[in-house]
């Protein structure tokens, strides 16, 4: 079965860290450029990160940057998400996507042709 799955998301203080995981199964991630995305209640699925398939070239979303880096190890099968100096309007359910094309973008739905089942980030004091 042709999956991704995201892990790490929890309960954690304002100001705290946490780091997701992306794990691919039944294929493999090196030839994907991977996208991180997040929607909260109420709200719009937005783009947060995404990487190109070597790493070499990255994305962040303004409400993001400089506090969020997202990586991968290849040998691995898996893309990173570390989140530091988290706040409460982190929080939001978070995805990771696959696409085959190169660019780090963030496209609609069209553009990924993989979807994990998303894990929960709560930021609350």
């Known amino acids: 079965q042709l999956q991704l799955v995201e892990s790490g998301g929890g309960l954690v203080q304002p100001g705290g860290s946490l780091r997701l995981s992306c794990a691919a199964s039944g294929f493999t991630l090196n030839y994907y450029t991977i996208g991180w995305f997040r929607q909260a209640p109420g709200k719009e699925r937005e783009g947060v990160s995404c990487i190109s398939t070597n790493g070499g070239s990255t994305k962040y979303a303004d409400p993001v940057e400089g506090r969020f880096t997202v990586s991968r190890d290849n040998a691995k099968n898996t893309v990173y998400l570390q989140m530091n100096s988290l706040k409460p309007e982190d929080t939001a359910v978070y995805y990771c996507?696959?696409?085959?094309?190169?660019?780090?973008?963030?496209?609609?739905?069209?553009?990924?042709?993989?979807w994990g089942q998303g894990t929960q980030v709560t930021v609350s004091a």
């Open positions: 996507a696959a696409s085959p094309y190169s660019r780090t973008s963030f496209e609609g739905d069209y553009w990924w042709t993989y």
